[in-house]
């Protein structure tokens, strides 16, 4: 398992938030968190990269128990999140936002421009575009493309398909297959439960800070019962 989660329970102040939350990512694996809004979904990828620590419950990234870890150190483990909100550099070009992501110059080993550029294309083209002229779209693109500058082996993303359109949200669907097939480990977040079960191996359905449901997106695809009553879908 490259990542697991037991029991944790996770607070902001007095507001206890997650209820002995349990999950796992093997290697190269591809895992939805799914829940309608306010579920907790964001906290458990806030959990994970020490942002709000758990208050109990331990987790495992790497084989490595992260407690006590501060949130550089984590991403400097391989953990890189991509937030709801993106948060991309507008008053810098696609190219500066990568670069300044960069772990290190002449980054030969992992993710390099080239790289990057022939996995998303679009970006290439836009190369020297300032990135709050792109679109919503290309935005999310932009954020994962400079979270994998920093070579992360576990890929949080947020919600990727929030706020697209349909053809962006397929085109976020296409990227994520392009990485899961380059071996990345992905756990993403998702009320578009349509959207994340096209791109997971397996899922979690949070209800309240719960884990409610888990197993295969295949049979949860296949299951419209429980997709209404946990998601209302
Ligand atoms: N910084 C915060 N302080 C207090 N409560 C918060 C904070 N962030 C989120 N919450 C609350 O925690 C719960 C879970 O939020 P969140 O993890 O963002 O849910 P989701 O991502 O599933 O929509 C919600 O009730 C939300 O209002
Ligand atoms: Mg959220």
Redesign the pocket.
Known sequence: MLLELTEIHTF??L?H??FGVSLEVAQGETVC?L????????????SIMGL?PPRSGSINIFGKDIKDKQPFEIARMGVGLVP?DRLIFPDLTVGENLEIAMKEKNNVRGWTFEKIYKLFSVLKERNRQLGGTLSGGEQQMLAIARTLMGNPRLLLL??PSAGLSPIMVQAVEDHIHLLKKEGMTILL?E?NSHSALKVSDRAYI?EK?RVVWQGKASVLKKNPVIMKNYLGV
């Open positions: 902001y102040g507001s938030i997650l968190l829940g309608r809004n306010g579920v907790g979904k964001t906290t458990t990828l806030r709000t709801e947020d919600e977040t009320q949070l800070g």
